[in-house]
């Protein structure tokens, strides 16, 4: 049976001597603090202290913390504190406890600007390697599903990749043609404004055409998909990783790339370049709707002045783009899925850098297009 805990207080000239007792643990806290803060208030009459150990039956550390406490609180005001009586085997529990909080902590080395700045290069290099290796480990593996598939057509999962496209394809047609529709005004509309100086303003239907089908049409569409879609599905297999779903299809003799990742990249191939097609046009009629408004160009001398301007070559450039555009897409959006961790932190990180890359890889192969196809006279 534990002792009921004490703490005696005697004061001897500027000497108090505190003299706890008992059963010193933590099913007593409560009483535990109640006696030390009551000690606490007799210290400050006293120039010295003198904890004496020797009654106490047993201690823990919530014991010996509470006491340390009130002889810190005695030190921190310039008193001498002394601490006697203590039982062998608890020893070693106070002199640990005393310690806590003791030792100053040395401030971290300065370290030098250049080499702060080389690490952040070289930290970055490496996480810029790591995801190309994931990118082309993503690539390798869908080509391999890919030509199985090829192999075994009966194995496409056809119900899957329908309603892939219409996800990614039908519904996404409102919000595709709304944005194209205003890019393609606010072109004509700058273009308009500034051409009206020169007495050119019937240069703005060129500019419009060859902007919206060579460059701008995919481009804004690619970013909205992988904004749009991109996102959904880093977030959906993420979910799936973090739900173990695709650990079960392993465990079953399931490939999820096959299953999982291949209808989702194949219905966003097929489906993109039908967006941009749908989005280039909405951006046309939007540069002719303000061409017929703002610069009093009515829609028969609009049109017959894009038959001019652009050629068909200029639309078969921006249609080359959107597969490859889908592909790059897909499979950013894909591996960073399969890259979440069993966190919702790590859900919000990996589809936020999915968005992030996918954009960067999409603008970047846009460029790289525009040199390509320059080059060979395109």
């Known amino acids: 049976m534990r002792a009921h805990p004490g703490l005696a207080a005697e004061a001897t000239g500027e000497l108090l001597e505190l003299r706890p007792s ?30 004496d150990l020797g009654a106490v039956s047993e201690i823990d550390t919530v014991g010996v913390w509470l006491l340390e406490k009130l002889s810190r609180s005695a030190a921190a005001g310039g008193r001498r504190v002394e601490m006697t009586g203590v039982a062998e085997n608890y020893v070693g529990l106070v002199e640990e406890v005393r310690q806590v909080n003791r030792r100053d902590i040395a401030p971290p080395p300065r370290q030098n600007p250049i080499v702060a700045k080389l690490t952040d290069l070289g930290r970055s290099t490496l996480g810029a390697a790591r995801d190309v290796t994931v990118f082309l480990d993503m690539l390798a593996a869908l080509s391999l599903a890919l030509v199985r598939t090829l192999a075994r057509p009966r194995s496409l999962r056809v119900t899957s990749l329908v309603y892939q496209m219409y996800r990614i394809g039908w519904q996404a047609i409102p919000i595709v043609v709304l944005i194209t529709f205003l890019i393609g005004a606010i072109i004509a509309q700058q273009g308009i404004f500034h051409f009206r100086r020169f007495g050119a ?6 500019m419009v055409g060859i902007l919206v089908l060579r460059e701008l049409g995919v481009l804004i569409v690619a970013i909205m998909v992988a904004g749009r879609s991109g996102s959904a599905y880093t977030a959906e297999l993420g979910s799936m990783k973090m739900r173990e779903e695709i650990d079960a299809l392993v465990t079953m003799g399931l490939d999820p790339v096959e299953v999982l990742i291949l209808p989702r990249i194949v219905a966003l191939i097929l489906t993109l370049p039908i967006l941009a097609f749908i989005g280039s046009m909405a951006a046309l009629y939007g540069g002719g709707l303000v061409a017929q408004l703002y610069g009093g160009m009515g829609p028969a001398i609009f049109i017959a002045r894009l038959h001019d301007a652009v050629s068909v070559t200029h639309f078969e450039v921006g249609m080359w783009k959107a597969p490859f555009m889908a592909l790059v897409i897909g499979i950013v959006a894909c591996s960073e899925g399969l890259r979440v961790k069993g966190s919702a932190e790590s859900l919000g990180q990996q589809t936020t850098t999915s968005v992030v890359q996918s954009i960067f890889l999409v603008i ?3 460029g790289l297009f525009a040199v390509f196809f320059a080059s060979i006279g395109l």
């Open 22 to 51: 008992g059963s010193w643990v933590s099913l007593n806290v409560t009483e535990l603090e109640n006696l030390t803060r009551s000690a606490s208030g007799k210290v400050g009459n006293a120039k010295a202290v003198k904890l």
């Open 201 to 206: 303003e019937s240069y703005v239907v060129d």
């Open 364 to 366: 970047v192969l846009d």
